[in-house]
């Protein structure tokens, strides 16, 4: 079976996000819409897409359609979604989920009551490398875990980018912040338990109210372990490093929200270094792949819709935390 694709959205992140993985898995992407059809036939001449549309609602009304793909801003994630579910397509979200928890919630609650899966793109969490970084937090080698660091950072976008909007649930936390808190997510269930924040503080962005520029949080983990983040959306470099440290030693990724710009694991202990190649297909395709596993029913998403709400619950926290409100939204 082919994945049949709609794109909700004439983004530029589809073309690394959806475009090019399903050429390598093998899946087609047939239609797309946005709210200016000459940009949506701009997209589809661009990428081969079959069918381009002027509205989204035309994308779930298609036949053809077996997969929404949302890409839109954040703002539109949550209603977008839950029009998709009840259209009765199967879903992928762009990251996060919703605006707010109340959102994810809501979108969770209709998807439960269908056989469509409904899926958040969290792409990373599916490369070989998380996997590769569980087995060894679970082998012991390096010991404990006490504390695990995430650096999540870009260089500003223009100012005139839907990020920097607060009506559109924008902010630093909502687009790079959330993988940091999604990866302490992972690592405290391999603990057997859930993340908790602490702590939080942010800078606003300037001119733009509401809008974090920047944002560090300190989480606490199972077992007294600790949890520290740093995401800035206007920092001086692209970094994005997650690192394990525990009794014994630790474990180093230094690009785990892109893994194939960067295979390496670094893994210390004692005295002894060593590097790992963490090599397979990149994040994006192996995240079709598993979604056309859960789509043919044999196997549940690894990204279910409880850690898609719990996620949304942990930004609100965060930014609760550091003096803000969580992104406005309503269904």
């Keep these: 079976m082919t994945l049949r694709i709609g794109v909700l959205g004439a983004a530029r992140i589809a073309q690394s996000a959806l475009i090019v993985p399903a ?136 100012d005139d980018d839907p990020r920097w909007s607060l009506e559109l649930a924008g902010g630093a936390l909502m687009d790079l912040g959330c993988y940091g808190l999604h990866a302490f997510s992972q690592v405290a269930g391999w603990l057997g338990g859930v993340p908790v924040v602490r702590s939080a503080r942010a800078g606003e962005r300037r001119g733009r109210p509401g809008v974090d520029e920047w944002v560090q949080a300190e989480v606490g983990l199972p077992g007294g372990a600790t949890a520290s983040l740093l995401t800035h959306m206007a920092g001086p470099e692209m970094l994005m490093r997650l690192v394990v440290t525990g009794s014994r030693g630790r474990i180093e990724a230094p690009c785990f929200v892109l893994p194939q710009l960067d295979e390496r694991l670094q893994v210390v202990t004692g005295c002894d270094e060593r590097r790992e190649w963490v090599k397979g297909p990149t994040s994006y395709a192996r995240q079709l792949t598993v979604l ?22 942990l930004l609100d926290a965060t930014y609760r935390a550091a003096g803000m409100e969580p992104r406005p939204g309503v269904l």
Excluded: C
């Design 23 to 158: 050429g390598q898995t093998g899946h087609r992407v047939v239609a797309v819409g946005a709210r200016d059809l000459d940009r949506a036939r701009a997209f589809a001449t661009r990428h081969g897409v079959q069918r381009a549309y002027g509205s989204y609602e035309e994308v779930l009304a298609d036949p053809d359609v077996d997969v929404v793909y949302n890409a839109l801003v954040n703002s539109q994630h949550a209603p977008w979604n839950l029009r998709a579910v009840r259209a009765g397509k199967h879903v992928l979200s762009e990251k996060p989920f919703a605006a707010n928890g109340a959102q994810a919630r809501v979108v969770a609650d209709a998807a439960r009551a269908t056989d469509r899966v409904v899926m958040e793109a969290f792409h990373y969490a599916m490369h070989p490398m998380m996997r590769r970084i569980r087995e060894i937090v679970l082998s012991g080698e390096i010991g404990d875990v006490r504390h695990v660091e995430a650096t999540v950072m870009i260089p500003a976008p223009a």
């Design 292 to 313: 056309d596993s859960a789509v043919r029913g044999r196997a549940a998403p690894p990204l279910g819709l409880d850690d898609a709400v719990s996620t949304m619950d």
